[in-house]
């Protein structure tokens, strides 16, 4: 009995990945509001045609086991690159920190061909209407992302008002989705000409976003935190 239960269980868990990535694939191609459940389940092979309905039970749960399983092992690259940066004694260095949100996305996106789906998967979702950032950044395996942000607040502090660090982090997090979704693109497009893992690029990212998060506050800026703060 506990071999046949383990047995339903394992392919429980086959169909809901081969659901998850041929979501993931379709969502990248046609964008979210292009692709139904019914598509979704013909392109993973199931002959039910309920079945993503019942594994997820709706299309917003689905999108959100996509970025779970993603995420796993994006938090696991995130957690470790982070316990170095501690150990290195760079917790204040903002581009470190930077850079231990942008590799570890990168790596996901590198690891096998699935990657570029991924990348422009998440680029749909976060220009999606109806989805909550907040709510994907709270979800399981998201710990790397929170601690991350938290050393972010500390080695700003001195320099950048803590409302305005939650700001330019959400830009930031958009500016770094984006990119990196145009640079598969540009993959796509250029064939072997444009190299996806181009040391250049991705440091390049890096560099613009450290600077942007660490940008001096403009006195028009201050203006408009004091006024919010005061009215």
């Known amino acids: 009995m506990a071999s046949a239960s383990a047995n339903q269980s394992a ?84 581009r470190a920190l930077v850079e231990a949100i942008v590799q570890p996305i990168v790596a996901e996106i590198d690891a096998d061909d699935s990657g570029g789906n991924y990348i422009r998967f998440m680029a749909q ?42 700001q330019r982090f959400g830009l930031a997090f958009e500016q770094i989705i984006h990119s990196l979704a145009d640079r598969e693109k540009l993959r796509q497009s250029a064939g072997n000409t444009f190299d996806v893992n181009a040391a250049l690029f991705v440091n390049n990212l890096i560099d613009a976003v450290a600077g942007s998060m660490a940008a001096p506050v403009s006195a028009a800026t201050q203006e408009a935190l004091n006024r919010i703060k005061t009215g």
């Open 125 to 166: 979702a976060m220009g999606h209407p109806q989805l909550d950032l907040i709510e994907l950044w709270q979800q399981e395996h998201s710990g790397g992302l929170a601690d991350t942000i938290g050393l972010l607040h500390q080695a700003l502090d001195d320099d950048v008002p803590q409302p305005l660090v939650g």
């Open 11 to 94: 392919s429980r868990e086959t169909t809901r990945r081969q659901l998850i990535l041929a979501a993931e694939k379709l969502f990248a191609e046609a964008g979210i509001d292009g692709v139904s459940l019914r598509q979704i389940n013909v392109a993973a092979g199931q002959k039910n045609s309920s079945a993503a309905h019942y594994h997820f039970g709706s299309k917003s749960a689905l999108i959100l086991s996509i970025y779970q399983h993603r995420m796993e092992s994006v938090n696991r690259r995130r957690i470790a690159q982070l316990q170095q940066v501690k150990a290195d004694g760079r917790e204040q260095d903002v």
